[in-house]
C-alpha cells in the first residue's frame, strides 16, 4: 500500500491533465526475517509497507491494552464535550462520535495486532473532530491506511516513527474562469528537490520513459481522476478520518498544501495527499525515519526505546523530593494536539516574504506592504519556543508599535496553519490592539467552566482542606481562577463544588461554576499600553481556517467583540470557517496525573494507573462559552469568514501575493 499507479492522459505543458490510481506496493518484506530489522533506523528510507509489516508483527499483549483502556477511560471525565460530540449541532452536526462506548467496545475486540487497536482507538478520538483530545503513541504514529467502496488502501503522511512522503504535494487552484480545480503544486519540484535531496533521484528515475529524470515537468499537472473516481473522493475520504477540526472545511483545506510561520523560518506544509504523474507506471511512496525516533536496530530495540513510558509520560508529585519531578508554575496553554505531519520543509526563496521588520523574531513577523499603510503580522504560533512567553509578550508589542511608528493604518494578521499556545498570549494581543475596554480588561478572553466528575471534586476538596499547594503549582488550586464577576477565589477554595447539573443530548453531566478573568495584569512582564495601537475594525485575520486553539480564542473575541474582519484563504467554493478547535484549556494525561499524585490521590479507585507505554492522551479540560450566545459553549457556534479568497495560480502558497490580494478584498 506505498505506490501510487498514475495514467496519464495528455501531455503537454505545467498544465498537464492527470488521471491517478491508487495501487499496492508489491515489495513487501519476506517473512523470513525480523520484519522490524528491515526497517531499522539506520535505513533513512524504506517502504511504507515494510513498516506497516514491521508494525502488524507485533501481537496485542492484553496487559497493555487493559493498561491504556483503564487509563484512558478514566481521564475521560475530565474531557468537557464528551457529551457535547455524542451530537454537535449544526453547521458541525457530523460530529456524533460516543467515545465511551467505543472504548468499551475496543476493550473487548480481538485483534491480529497492537498496532490494529492502536489504529481504532486513534480513529476514535479522531471522530470527535476535537484537536485537544486525542491518543497518541509515539511506537507508532505513523503511516494509517483505510479502505472506503472506492478508494482502497491508501496511505497518507503521519508524524512518527516514519513519515510516508511523496514529491509531489497538491493545491486547489481557481482558474480565470471561476472553475476550481486539484493540482500538483506549482512550487511542488522545487521544494521536493530541496527537502528530499537524498531521495529525488530515486523518484526522477521511477518516471518511465522519455519522462524519466523529468520530474518537475509535472508541477501544475491539473489531476483529473483517483483511482477512476473524481479526485474529490480522495479529499472526503481523508476528511472522514482526519479528525482535529470540527468544521469539514477546514479538514478538506488541510488536504493541500499550504504554508506557516515557524520559529525558525517560513516552512511549507506538504499537505495531507502528495502525488501524480503520467502514462501508466507507479511512483511510490517512501517512508522516512521521523525525529522523534529513537535508534533501534530489530523488534527488540524498537519496542525497547521508543514503545516503552519514558520521563514525561506519566504525572509527578509537585512536591516530591527531588529536583529532576518538581514541577513549576504552568502558564495556561490551549493548542492543537496535531499527530498530522507539519514538516520542516523550507518554503521556497521565491515565494517566501522579504524584509521584515527588524522588530520580527522567530514566530512573530512583521511586514509593510509596498501601499505604506498596511502592516502585516504573520503569527506562526501563540507559544513561542525561541522567546518563550515574556519574549513574545515583548516582541509582539515592540513588532505592533514599529508598524505604527512606520505610518501602518490597517492590520493584517496571519495565523495560517497557527495551532495555539498560550491562552495569556492571545488575551494580551487583543488588549495592546483594541486598548483597555470593558471587552479587554479585565478579560479579554471567554469565559470558561471544567468538568466536575468525581475524581475532579475529589481533587480540588483534597487540595483545599489539606492546603497541599503552597506554591501555586496546581490547576486545582484557586489560586489560578476567579470568580465570573473576574474577582480573585480566595485561596484555599474548593471552587469545583458545588456543581452545575447539566443534562446533554440526554445525558447527565456536571459542571464546575463560571470562571471568569484568567491573565491578569501581574501575569505579563509587561505592563500594556494606555491606549489602542490599531483600530481592531481595521484589523483583517487571514488564514486556511487552520486556526486551533488559542489561535481561535483570538480571533473569535476580535471579530466578535471588536468587529475584525476574517478572511479564509482557498478552500472549496462556499462558507468557511475562519477558526477551529476552541477549547478553553488543553491538558493531557500527565498533567492530570500530576493532579493526582500531588493530592495524594493515586491509590482512589476512580484514579488511572500509570500509563507503560510511550504516549500521551490529550483532553480539553475547560470549555469556553461563546461571546453572542454566552448560556452555549463557543465551540459549538458557527464562525463563517467574511471572506473567502479563491487561490489562484499567481497567488498559490505566496504570502506576500496573498496578503496584497486581501488588502484589495477586505480593505477596499
Known sequence: MAKVLFAFKTFVTAATLVSVVLGVDPNSSDGHNDLCAKIASTNKWVAPSDVRACFDSYKLDENIRSNIIEVVTKTLPFHTSVNFQRQAPPPFEEIHEDITGDLERISKKKYDSEYDMYIELSRAFRRLNDGHAGWINYCYVCPLSFSISSLKNITFPQDGLYINYLPLPLSLITDSDGQQSIRIAFEAFDVASAEFSDQIEFWQNTLPGALKGKLSSLSGAKVLEINGNEPWDAVEAKVAISGGYQAHTTRQNAFFASYQRSTTGWIYRLGDFAQESLHTFTLPYRSRVGPTAVDFADTTTWRQNNCLAVKTTNGVDAYANTTTSRRTRQHIKNEIMDDTALVNVALPPTITPPNPLNTSQSVSQFYVLDDKKTGVLALGSFSDGTAGFDGQVATLLTGLQALKAAGVQQLIIDVTNNGGGYVCIAHFLHRIIAGPKPTTEPQAGLYTTARAGPLARLIS?????????????????SLYWSYANNTSFPPNYDWVSPVVPKIINGHQ?????????????????????????????????????????????????????????????????????????VGGQSIDFATVDTEIKTAKLKNNTLSPPDLIVNAVNGITWRLGYGVWNPNEPEEWQSRPADFNLAVTADISNNPLKIWERVVKVAFN
Request: a positive charge; one cysteine or more.
Open 461 to 477: 476538596q483534597t487540595i483545599a482542606e489539606d492546603k497541599l499547594d503552597p506554591d501555586r503549582l496546581l490547576f486545582y488550586n
Open 509 to 581: 453531566d456536571a459542571f464546575t461554576q463560571r470562571l471568569g478573568s484568567e491573565c491578569p495584569p501581574s501575569t505579563f512582564n509587561i505592563t500594556a499600553p494606555p491606549q489602542a495601537i490599531f483600530d481592531p475594525k481595521k484589523v483583517v485575520i487571514v488564514s486556511n481556517g487552520r486556526c486551533g486553539s488559542s489561535c481561535s480564542l483570538f480571533s473569535i473575541t476580535m471579530v466578535k467583540k471588536e468587529g475584525a474582519k476574517t478572511v479564509v484563504v482557498g478552500g472549496k467554493k462556499g462558507p468557511q470557517q475562519y477558526s477551529g478547535t
